[in-house]
């Protein structure tokens, strides 16, 4: 028996790698002119200080020096990064994690996370197709197949990865993929990499998706939409009932991104099937990330049992990839277990959200879209203003990350506010105070 699943696995990774590539004629005597033009090749094709990532890399920094504004990323926290951190010494009020439901942190969860790395170690030592297979794995997705009600579902070890892969691998240059104009860069690389027509539609609109499907679904084989299950930029959901009828009556595939969505909507935190109680099977691709609620790392694809499987043995950013390690998988295994049991944390993350959007509308702040369900953005106008003011808020003990142009449109540069379950109406009022004191300065 064993030779026989060392020769199936044989067998299926050689499948895998059978994908044609492109490969380079064979070389031929170097003539004396191609000798002397591979030796006239420009230096700034040698050197990365000449890369133009780099070259705009320096523009940014020098322009943010002449307008005297710090940069505001990779800022250091010290510990648990929570409603509150430690940064610098200084405990300030945190708006800039996913930590929506308060689990990072939890000395349950933590436990769980020791226990496993004591049990497995701290690596799996292999991709799980080859020898790094460990119960906890099974037991992960089973438990996220529960969560969607759907048949099976499959971790990857990146979130980013597990769109990458996906799109990357289940569509070709004969398929179509129809996303929202506001999906996360991982879908739009996975686009890419799969080869087939990419085209966007305006954000969180049925009736433009539906006339891209009507003009273009039938010169195509497959046909995938894309959107997401509460958009990070805007803080606003699609409705996804429209969506499914639109998928249903053009014959495509729906998949929606929930790594913001789970532990945020719905009753009970389970996401946008619970929100709108539609039967999760009219989805066709659910996934998610477990960085955010589930308080671990890595991300997921929930489904039929046929996606999984084939995703399983043949995308490549799992089937290359190591085991995802047993202290990562445990935190989310554990998260999973406690979120029926205290549903009382999405009511709270909820019920702050909303309170977070009332407020600062009253003072007159523009929100956006947001519906007030853990993120909030404020929107500002001008990219070196929310800088300004990202560092300014910091000063106070106010830690919020400020979104700039090219992310968003310059118009459109905002303060982005990720709110969680631990938060309180007084971390709010000061926050929104200072903001408003700030504001009406002028920065």
């Known amino acids: 028996m064993t030779a026989k ?14 994908r044609p590539t492109a490969r380079a004629a064979a070389p031929s005597a170097p003539s004396a002119q191609g000798a002397g033009a591979a030796r006239s090749v420009p230096e700034r094709f040698t050197r990365f200080d000449a890369h133009p990532g780099y070259q705009q890399l320096m523009m940014m920094r020098q322009g943010a020096e002449q307008l005297g504004l710090e940069v505001p990323f990779f800022k250091v926290h010290d510990g648990l990064a929570g409603a509150t951190s ?18 990072s942190g939890d000395p349950r969860v933590i436990h769980a996370a020791c226990e496993a790395a004591q049990h497995y170690g701290t ?10 297979e460990r119960p906890i794995h099974g037991e992960l997705e089973q438990a996220i197949a529960k969560a969607y009600a759907v048949e099976d579902a499959v971790a990857f070890v990146s979130g980013h990865a597990t769109n990458v892969s996906t799109l990357g691998y289940l569509l070709g240059p004969k398929d179509l993929i129809l996303h929202d104009e506001y999906i996360h860069n991982s879908s739009l690389v996975g686009a890419q990499l799969s080869g087939a027509k990419r085209m966007s539609f305006s954000h969180n609109d049925p009736d433009a998706l539906e006339a891209l499907l009507t003009q273009h679904r039938h010169q195509f084989e497959r046909v995938l939409v894309v959107i997401e299950g509460l958009y990070s930029m805007d803080g606003d959901i699609p409705d996804l009932p429209r969506f499914i009828a639109l998928k249903q009556r053009h014959q495509a595939w729906l998949m929606v991104d929930e790594a913001h969505s789970f532990g945020v909507m719905g009753e009970t935190g389970l996401g946008l099937r619970e929100h709108f109680a539609i039967d999760p ?49 445990a935190p989310s295994l554990k998260v999973l277990e406690l979120m029926p049991q205290e549903p009382e944390r999405v009511t709270k993350l909820q019920a702050i959200s909303r309170y977070f959007l009332k407020q600062a509308q009253a003072r007159g702040m523009d929100t956006g879209h947001s519906i007030g369900s853990a993120v909030v953005p404020i929107i500002v106008g001008s990219s070196p203003l929310a800088a300004h003011l990202s560092n300014a808020l910091l000063e106070h003990d106010i830690n919020v990350q400020p979104i ?16 969680s379950c631990e938060h309180t109406q007084a971390h709010i009022d000061e926050t929104l105070d200072v903001l408003e004191k700030l504001l009406a300065k002028g920065m």
């Open 123 to 132: 690596s799996v030592s292999a991709s799980r197709v080859v020898s790094g």
């Open 5 to 18: 699943r060392s020769e199936l696995k044989r067998q299926l990774l050689e499948k895998a790698r059978q």
């Open 86 to 103: 430690v940064m610098d010494g200084r405990t300030c009020i945190n708006f800039a994690s996913y930590n929506y439901l308060g689990y």
């Open 281 to 329: 099977t009219d989805v066709d691709i659910w996934m998610g990330t477990m960085s955010k609620t589930l308080s671990g790392c890595g991300g997921y694809i929930a489904g039929s049992t046929a996606l999984v499987e084939t995703l399983r043995y043949f995308a490549p950013g799992f089937l290359y990839s190591v085991g995802m390690p047993a202290q990562v998988a």
């Open 404 to 419: 700039l142009y090219p992310a968003v449109p310059e118009k459109s540069a905002r303060l982005r506010f990720f709110l």
